[in-house]
């Protein structure tokens, strides 16, 4: 088992940046690949990066490619998702997860545990 726990979360003007955190416990993050989704009033899911287990590896959905950066820290079971040039079309609740399985996906069905959901708000 895994807790996460994500911060970092606000409201930011668009062309701002804004940095998501998220803290495991219970278990090592070296174990899980990881992921962040964001989700709007009204809309599904959507897994916008991920990082494998190590690092070595990553993906991002089209919508985030270029602006967003995921990274992570094994040794503090921290993983982050560095948002810039934010605009109001990515105004969604985050979240963390972390995928038991093999490999790195986009794929929501993908993931065994979910974070605390937070708000991040981009005004024009």
């Known amino acids: 088992q895994v807790q996460l726990v994500v911060s970092g979360g606000g409201l930011v003007q668009a062309g701002g940046s804004l940095r998501l955190s998220c803290a495991a416990s219970?278990?090592?993050?070296?174990?899980?690949?990881m992921g962040w989704s964001r989700q709007a009033p009204g809309k599904e899911r959507e897994i916008v990066a991920a990082?494998?287990?190590?690092?070595?590896?990553?993906k991002y959905a089209d919508s985030v490619k270029g602006r967003f950066t995921i990274s992570r820290d094994n040794a503090k079971n921290t993983v982050y998702l560095q948002m810039n040039s934010l605009s109001p079309e990515d105004t969604a609740v985050y979240y963390c997860?972390?995928?038991?399985?093999?490999?790195?996906?986009?794929?929501?069905?993908?993931?065994?545990?979910w974070g605390q959901g937070i708000q991040v708000t981009v005004s024009s």
């Open positions: 219970g278990s090592t993050l070296r174990n899980y690949a």
């Open positions: 990082i494998s287990r190590n690092g070595g590896s990553t």
């Open positions: 997860a972390a995928d038991s399985g093999f490999g790195i996906s986009l794929a929501a069905t993908r993931y065994d545990y």
